[in-house]
């Protein structure tokens, strides 16, 4: 049996490449690591190869090409010994409609090797930490989306993982469902020192939880680093100005033009990103005043995740698609690959 240190919680990737027959590559030699009880936000457009590589660090798909090392074990080398290690709450739940909660959490800690009294325990303390306790007993059949998910995430903590991978876990979710959701993966990495690698497609949720943001696109990772750190590149805010006249909107915008190129604004306002920052709003403010333009209203914004995702993919990222598929779809090539 292989020996487990606790400092292993994390996650080495180097040069990790996925291809697939008469398809894409889709990871095309990603280097990234993972710190233990760190909360790793990994973010791209659809088909950058976000849900490919979380396959690869899963298991379910073998790289094409170099390594990767997951809880201390490689992911090739090592298959049975990561999925010990590991949980893992992918983009659909895997939920029979005619089980309840209980016998879903009963089934896993059983396929765990738990015993039946830690089974009992484990089930009961997991279904009361995401708020399932008075559904316990219904069929997960009438559950609604965000309790389905709730239990698929109480499934994934059955054997106690030192790392989870969360694959757009609050896609479809409502504002209550999706707070919760984040208490709790807050909860886990501070108190039991989980690692957790978050999949999201919600700019926000990663703002909110991650240490540390991934963003891939076209199978590479095109930036990393804090949040805090990737926006100071954007580095400029910008400026919104509402006239209170509707026919000065116009000469706003030749205001605006001394101070910076032009900015995404709300509808009937102008927006400008500051050529040399925040310290040019006090000028902004004068050149509207020396102009006799009076303003409905005058906003600052920081610069975002948004922002940031925009200047290194060129793509907006505006949450899951309408209908809620995966944002890859398997290939043949793929689906053989997991057993399909």
Not at 148 to 157: G, T, V
């Amino acid at each position: 049996m292989s020996t487990i240190r606790s400092d292993d919680n994390g996650i080495e990737v180097e040069a990790l490449v996925r291809e697939f027959k008469k398809g894409p590559r889709a990871v095309d030699g990603i280097d990234l690591e993972v710190k233990p009880g760190e909360i790793y936000g990994f973010l791209g457009p659809n088909g950058a190869g976000k849900s490919t590589t979380v396959h690869m660090l899963t298991t379910l798909l073998p790289p094409t090409a170099g390594t990767a090392r997951v809880a201390g074990f490689d992911v090739v080398e090592q298959g049975p010994d990561v999925r010990d290690a590991i949980g893992v709450a992918l983009q659909e739940a895997a939920l029979d409609p005619f089980l309840t909660a209980r016998e879903h959490m009963r089934l896993q800690a059983g396929m765990h090797g738990l015993s039946k009294a830690d089974s009992q325990r484990r089930g009961d303390e997991l279904i009361e930490r995401v708020g399932l306790t008075e559904a316990a007993t219904r069929k997960v059949g009438g559950y609604s989306g965000g309790m389905k998910r709730r239990l698929d995430l109480a499934l994934a903590l059955v054997h106690e993982p030192r790392v989870l991978f969360l694959d757009e876990p609050t896609t479809g979710l409502d504002v209550q469902s999706r707070t919760a959701l984040w208490d709790e993966v807050v909860r886990l990495s501070r108190q039991n020192g989980v690692t957790v690698f978050l999949t999201t497609q919600y700019l926000e949720e990663a703002d909110a939880l991650a240490q540390r943001v991934g963003i891939i696109d076209s199978g590479r990772i095109v930036a990393e680093g804090t949040p805090d750190s990737l926006k100071a590149e954007i580095g400029r805010p910008t400026v919104e100005a509402t006239p209170a006249n509707e026919g000065d909107l116009e000469r706003i915008e030749r205001v605006f033009e001394q101070f910076g190129e032009a900015a995404p604004a709300a509808l009937g306002a102008a927006g400008v990103r500051l050529r040399e920052g925040a310290e040019e709003l006090a000028p902004v403010v004068r050149a509207l005043d020396a102009e006799g333009i009076t303003v409905h209203n005058l906003e600052i914004h920081a610069p975002t995740l948004d922002d940031v995702f925009l200047a290194k993919t060129g793509k907006r990222l505006e949450g899951a698609d309408a209908d809620g598929q995966a944002e890859e779809p398997r290939t043949t090539g793929e689906m053989e690959a997991v057993g399909a």
